[in-house]
């Protein structure tokens, strides 16, 4: 396939634009860059694919998402409204994963991976619950990421608040996962080892979940999100987090850890020290009131901070914008978390983060031999955009609607705005006729626990 007429962003890490080009597709890859001229004369046979001058660049990479939670828009927590994260734990998400049963798991990602091709998303790092229905769904979501051809990476969170029988079995289908991919590898798929977050985890669990783990694969935690988690870790460990996790073998750099909102400096430097990864949710984080994460200080000290979004949209320009206005609030201060820093976080983290799990080809950058992971995005500016200004146009000006066409590993997913792998309609439908049953077994469970 010859895209034609592009003007092409390749976020190189000396990024270029590059009008009037054109894009050689073989398979998965990208084979050849050059001149629309030139190729469509090197290549007269090639199946066309034309732009229309619509830049053309990487697709987003979404470093830390939940499909489990999509059946919570729109859905009424019951009672007053939850006073701090512990309470929105144990009022919203707790209750709500355990509504999940197999079907809800499949439609929960089938309409998040409609929203991501929508929105140019096209690689996502996925952290699942669902306590009542464990074996074998990540192969669910496994079936719906493949399905919808995008790039996933899955893990199921262990975790000891419904038990050691669960969190025994979330081990289980952890390595039963990572297994089925080791022995029938994936080009769009990759697996890691969940685990919630260390206030739900005894020290037992975690070393059941660093012995069960292959070598070389880590561990996607949460950290930190609230003070609650570290006060736990003193409680049980009179260590903080950062260092409880270090102490089970749990850091390194294969090892993804999210938020951490309430670490210490020490906690920071171990990061650094065991190449661990972090991400960073501010749109999460502004609607669960946890704090504010010194994200500036992490990417300064050395840290590998990458950009997710907790469940939000997986329209990341907006995760782009959150993190952009939420430190100069914050702060007081209109010079902090310039549009570089998210750039490093959103583009170049986010894709060497992605290429740990999909080594075959560089990803998250438009250069010959990289992955065909690709956008057409239909903006119009009105001032020089250029290669230095780009983060500001993108926070300023790119709006989700604006993605037209989404390509991963060398398929169209979407054209003109119709989607030709997922069928939006029919999703969304059944999704709707679930959401009562989900809903109401929410409730139930809410019950139990007010």
């Not at 732009?51 to 470093?63: D, E, F, K, L, N």
Request: charge should be negative.
């Amino acid at each position: 396939m010859l895209i034609t007429n592009a003007t092409i962003v390749t976020w190189e890490s000396e990024n270029r634009i590059l009008e009037n080009h054109a894009i050689l597709i073989e398979g998965d890859r990208i084979k050849e860059i050059g001149t629309t001229k030139a190729l469509t004369a090197k290549y007269p046979k090639a199946k066309t694919l034309d732009a229309h001058g619509q830049y053309v660049m990487p697709g987003s990479i979404c470093a830390h998402t939940h499909f489990y939670g999509a059946f919570a828009r729109g859905m009424a927590i019951p009672g007053p409204a939850p006073k701090d994260f512990p309470e929105i734990l144990k009022k919203l998400w707790w209750p709500l994963d355990r509504s999940l049963d197999s079907e809800a798991v499949r439609f929960s990602a089938l309409v998040c991976l409609v929203d991501a091709i929508k929105h140019g998303t096209t690689t996502l790092i996925d952290h699942h619950a669902s306590p009542n229905a464990i074996d074998g769904s990540l192969d669910i979501i496994a079936d719906a990421v493949d399905k919808s051809g995008l790039r996933g990476v899955l893990c199921y969170e262990v975790t000891d608040r419904d038990g050691s029988e669960k969190a025994n079995a979330g081990i289980n289908e952890n390595i039963r996962f990572l297994k089925r991919l080791a022995a029938n590898p994936h080009p769009r798929l990759a697996g890691t080892f969940g685990l919630h977050a260390s206030l739900t985890l005894s020290g037992i669990t975690l070393q059941a979940c660093r012995a069960a783990v292959p070598e070389g694969t880590g561990f996607h935690v949460h950290t930190a999100e609230h003070e609650s988690d570290e006060y736990d870790s003193l409680g049980k460990s009179q260590m903080r987090v950062v260092d409880r996790l270090q102490k089970h073998g749990i850091l390194g750099p294969n090892t993804i850890t999210a938020h951490g909102i309430h670490f210490d400096a020490r906690e920071m430097e171990i990061l650094k020290e065991t190449g661990t990864w972090l991400t960073h949710q501010p749109r999460s984080n502004m609607n669960n009131g946890v704090g504010v994460a010194p994200i500036e200080s992490m990417l300064r000290l050395g840290i590998k901070v990458c950009l997710g979004n907790d469940g939000f949209s997986n329209a990341m320009w907006e995760e782009w914008k959150a993190a952009y206005l939420l430190h100069k609030i914050h702060h007081r201060d209109p010079r902090r978390m310039g549009g570089y820093d998210v750039t490093q976080m959103a583009v170049y983290n986010n894709a060497a983060l992605a290429n740990q799990f999909f080594p075959a080809a560089p990803i998250g950058q438009i250069t010959q031999g990289a992955f065909a992971d690709l956008i057409f995005v239909d903006y119009h500016p009105y001032t020089p955009l250029t290669s230095g200004n780009l983060p500001w146009q993108i926070i300023f000006g790119f709006q989700q609607s604006m993605v037209t066409t989404t390509i991963a590993a060398g398929k169209v997913l979407m054209k003109d705005r119709e989607l030709l792998t997922l069928d939006e309609a029919e999703i969304a439908a059944r999704a709707r006729e679930i959401a009562p049953r989900i809903w109401k077994r929410y409730e139930e469970e809410v019950a139990k626990v007010m």
